[in-house]
């Protein structure tokens, strides 16, 4: 029995997040779908994160064991023939069997789409946050550079995770300025539940100049998640890659 690990993108508008569900469908329900039909036994998969309802990815990774007759090589062609259009496996390798998609991860980057008009784009608002009023992307960048570093993110973290602690490092945060909006990247060991999204609701009001820059070290310092801003719409966001070590 091998152990396989796939390269996945979806775009998540029409599905329940990517973690099976009982009511709804699932990225995660769709592909372990496929794979059961190919190796005509019940296959399970270990994703390296749960995206919600409605969130994208370019680079999910996960891994499952399995006996297969379909060479390696045509994995991800077997695989697409029968996922829906908005699911592709873009590769498909062999890994070690001590390989793990979720705990392996080294590092995660999170991109989040912003643009702005008076007249919402027909295809871009599956794919963004739309929003009405230009923003101050000069104070968002300060801002945003003051998550980078090792902190306790709870006042940006979700209730109901249930992890053992809340402390996370951002590597890295980037501002990619468009000429209608902006792209907002933070890379990190690990994210809490709407973690992104909870942070990038904050960069918001301070590019619309609700609250100070000052207020991102007060809301780390609170670890009160009442203290930051809104949670940003989950259709600007994308899981956009996973780093692991050298699997050789």
Same mark, same amino acid.
């Given at each position: 029995?091998?152990?396989?690990?796939?390269?996945?993108?979806?775009?998540?508008?029409?599905?329940?997040?990517?973690?099976?569900?009982?009511?709804?469908?699932?990225?995660?329900?769709?592909?372990?779908?496929?794979?059961?039909?190919?190796?005509?036994?019940?296959?399970? =998969?270990?994703? !390296? @994160?749960?995206?919600?309802? *409605?969130? /994208?990815? #370019?680079?999910?990774?996960?891994?499952?064991?399995?006996?297969?007759?379909?060479?390696?090589?045509?994995?991800?062609?077997?695989?697409?023939?029968?996922?829906?259009?908005?699911?592709?496996?873009?590769?498909?390798?062999?890994?070690?069997?001590?390989?793990?998609?979720?705990?392996?991860?080294?590092?995660?980057?999170?991109?989040?789409?912003?643009?702005?008009?008076?007249?919402?784009?027909?295809?871009?608002?599956?794919?963004?946050?739309?929003?009405?009023?230009?923003?101050?992307?000069?104070? =968002?960048?300060? !801002? @945003?550079?003051?998550?980078? *570093?090792? /902190?306790? #993110?709870?006042?940006?973290?979700?209730?109901?995770?249930?992890?053992?602690?809340?402390?996370?490092?951002?590597?890295?945060?980037?501002?990619?300025?468009?000429?209608?909006?902006?792209?907002?990247?933070?890379?990190?060991?690990?994210?809490?539940?709407?973690?992104?999204?909870?942070?990038?609701?904050?960069?918001?009001?301070?590019?619309?100049?609700?609250?100070?820059?000052?207020?991102?070290?007060?809301?780390?310092?609170?670890?009160?998640?009442?203290?930051?801003?809104?949670?940003?719409?989950?259709?600007?966001?994308?899981?956009?890659?996973?780093?692991?070590?050298?699997?050789?």
């Amino acid at each position: 029995m091998a152990n396989y690990k796939l390269v996945i993108e979806y775009d998540g508008t029409n599905y329940n997040g990517f973690q099976i569900q009982p009511n709804g469908i699932t990225v995660q329900g769709l592909l372990e779908e496929a794979l059961s039909r190919i190796a005509k036994t019940e296959v399970k =998969i270990i994703a !390296a @994160g749960r995206t919600d309802a *409605g969130v /994208h990815a #370019f680079n999910q990774v996960v891994n499952f064991n399995a006996n297969l007759t379909v060479p390696v090589e045509r994995m991800a062609v077997a695989l697409n023939s029968l996922l829906p259009k908005d699911i592709r496996v873009r590769g498909c390798e062999i890994v070690p069997d001590s390989f793990h998609a979720r705990y392996d991860a080294v590092e995660k980057t999170y991109l989040y789409r912003i643009r702005h008009g008076q007249i919402e784009s027909a295809f871009e608002h599956k794919y963004c946050w739309w929003l009405k009023r230009e923003l101050d992307w000069d104070l =968002i960048e300060q !801002a @945003g550079l003051l998550l980078v *570093g090792t /902190h306790d #993110f709870a006042g940006f973290a979700a209730s109901g995770s249930g992890v053992k602690t809340t402390v996370r490092t951002i590597s890295n945060y980037s501002l990619t300025k468009a000429a209608n909006g902006g792209d907002i990247r933070f890379t990190a060991d690990g994210f809490l539940y709407n973690m992104v999204r909870n942070m990038v609701g904050t960069l918001v009001e301070i590019g619309l100049g609700k609250r100070p820059v000052e207020d991102i070290p007060r809301i780390l310092c609170s670890r009160d998640r009442t203290q930051a801003g809104v949670t940003a719409p989950a259709q600007g966001l994308f899981l956009e890659s996973i780093i692991y070590p050298d699997l050789t």
